[in-house]
């Protein structure tokens, strides 16, 4: 029996899944981690890098790295997402021959899912080596908002990295899948997915015969995680400016590192009630002497920083339950997924808006590959009868 890969290719981090035995598994990468960052990077010598080991390299090599390339696949070059990656990102984005979007590593163009495939392959691998036996087939989860575009385009990328992609499913229902895998609930649950990248919102009815049933779905392609590190970024080069009159973003090695700082210091807040950002030899001035950044930020900033993007997220909640024709109090479990709702400040918002303690029995890093390996054990396995 061939077995199916479950894969969460996130715009942080990207994670695969796999049932063995009638058990939904994480398998860890060669580090140990069950997730991979979704970063792929190409050396001087023009060796190609996937995961930590090109996160680890990123300070030094920012031109050459590329992140977030989730937000720019199955998009248009002269949509205003693509503008925003343009003028932030430390790695370069061109315009290709269809209007579609290029990136440009070692003087040499790539496509975004032939980027992505990058990443997939190195999923591929890690399940490979774990099953000590090749893999082709994978379900691969996707942004409930993504369009028709997006989703050919994340399915092409599966095609790259020698995939057969049996099936792209929402990340949202394969939450779902695995939050009710096994359990035999009858329920009305909200799935929050607050990611690196995206934001989506679903309500599902579960029903005891393994039948989940989508009621209504929402969100936004272009907000996540990346949006209140940028806004951290913002900050730390706004309070850098007023000193020493210069603009950090002007230097790609600066930004990589305060891209760096940014998103441990917006980590770190989440258990801490204020951290330091401290980045010495940061860039030097025109008289030659080395400036260093030393920022305090406590949890309190941060969460003026990130307000409107979580009452964003919270606007889409309230339209989705409009749609589907539900009070707050037809809902009987939320469901969080993705990294950003570690935040507090997040826990706090869904709580108050759903007048509900959300549901912490599912991993926010790992429910969506688990979901996604048990769509495919089910697509392949005939006493399966899940719908």
């Avoid at 949202?172 to 995206?198: M, R």
């Avoid at 807040?269 to 950002?277: A, F, G, W, Y």
Wanted: net charge negative.
């Amino acid at each position: 029996m061939e077995k199916v890969i479950g894969i969460d290719l996130g715009t942080t981090n990207s994670c695969v899944a796999i049932v063995e035995n009638g058990v939904p598994t994480v398998i860890p990468n060669r580090g140990g981690y069950k997730t991979t960052p979704s970063m792929v990077a190409v050396t001087e010598a023009g060796k190609r890098l996937v995961g930590h080991i090109a996160k680890r390299q990123a300070i030094t090599n920012a031109e050459n790295t590329v992140y977030a390339a989730k937000r720019l696949i199955g998009r248009k070059w002269n949509s205003p997402q693509v503008k925003n990656a343009v003028a932030t990102s430390s790695y370069r984005i061109v315009e290709g021959p269809h209007a579609d979007v290029r990136i440009v590593l070692r003087e040499k163009e790539y496509g975004v899912p032939e980027i992505s495939a990058m990443v997939l392959q190195e999923m591929k691998v890690i399940a490979e080596d774990y099953l000590g036996e090749g893999v082709t087939k994978a379900v691969i989860t996707v942004p409930a908002y993504f369009n028709d575009n997006q989703r050919q385009a994340t399915k092409d990328a599966g095609e790259i990295a020698g995939l057969d992609v049996i099936r792209i499913i929402n990340e949202p229902t394969s939450a779902a899948l695995s939050y009710g895998f096994g359990k035999n609930v009858e329920k009305t649950i909200a799935v929050y997915d607050f990611g690196g990248g995206t934001f989506d919102i679903s309500i599902l009815e579960i029903g005891s015969s393994a039948v989940f049933k989508v009621i209504a779905t929402a969100g936004d392609t272009f907000l996540g995680g990346e949006d209140v590190d940028a806004r951290i970024i913002d900050w730390l080069v706004q309070g850098f400016k007023e000193e020493h009159a210069i603009d950090l973003r002007q230097d790609r090695m600066a930004l990589q590192r305060l891209k760096d700082a940014a998103e441990k210091a917006k980590c770190e807040l989440s258990s801490v009630r204020e951290t330091e950002v401290n980045l010495p030899f940061i860039i030097s001035s025109g008289r030659n002497e080395a400036l260093h950044l030393q920022r305090t930020i406590d949890r309190k900033t941060l969460e003026e920083l990130s307000a409107d993007l979580i009452e964003r997220t919270i606007d889409i909640c309230k339209q989705t339950l409009a749609d589907a024709h539900l009070e707050k109090e037809d809902i009987e479990e939320v469901v969080l997924v993705g990294g950003m709702t570690r935040m507090p400040r997040i826990q706090q918002a869904v709580a108050d808006f759903f007048e509900r303690e959300p549901c912490k029995g599912v991993h926010p890093d790992e429910s969506v590959a688990l979901g996604a390996g048990i769509q495919g054990s089910a697509l392949t396995d005939d006493k399966q009868e899940m719908v």
